[in-house]
């Protein structure tokens, strides 16, 4: 059993910065993708950013330049640094990733999702 638990989303002004953050728990052998995936209302979820075991990253070209992801390898943890926000960057924040279990079976695991609201 994998668990992904988001936090640090919330209420921004425009121009503003917030820093997500995931951890995962539970039966880890390894974790290669994590992702991060948004969702607005009325619209399908997207990719917004990847990084890989090896450090490689990427974006979706409307937050390239702003956005950043990071990971710490020791701790399970993904992070999402989103600068200089826009109303559209309004959505759910889901993480996502492929997790090596003990069992060596490799499952596509998400979290519950984190609110993120741009507005004046």
């Known amino acids: 059993q994998v668990q992904l638990v988001e936090s640090g989303g919330g209420l921004v002004q425009p121009g503003g910065s917030l820093r997500l953050s995931c951890a995962a728990s539970?039966?880890?052998?390894?974790?290669?993708?994590m992702d991060w995936y948004r969702q607005a209302p009325g619209k399908q979820r997207n990719l917004v950013a990847r990084?890989?075991?090896?450090?490689?990253?990427n974006y979706a070209d409307s937050v390239k330049g702003r956005f950043t992801i990071s990971r710490d390898s020791a701790k399970n943890t993904v992070y999402l640094q989103m600068n200089s926000l826009k109303p559209e960057d309004t959505a759910v924040y889901y993480c996502?990733?492929?997790?090596?279990?003990?069992?060596?079976?490799?499952?596509?695991?998400w979290g519950q999702g984190t609110q993120v609201t741009v507005s004046s």
């Open positions: 539970g039966s880890i052998f390894s974790i290669n993708v």
């Open positions: 990084i890989v075991s090896g450090g490689s990253t």
């Open positions: 996502s990733a492929d997790v090596m279990n003990t069992a060596r079976s490799t499952i596509r695991s």
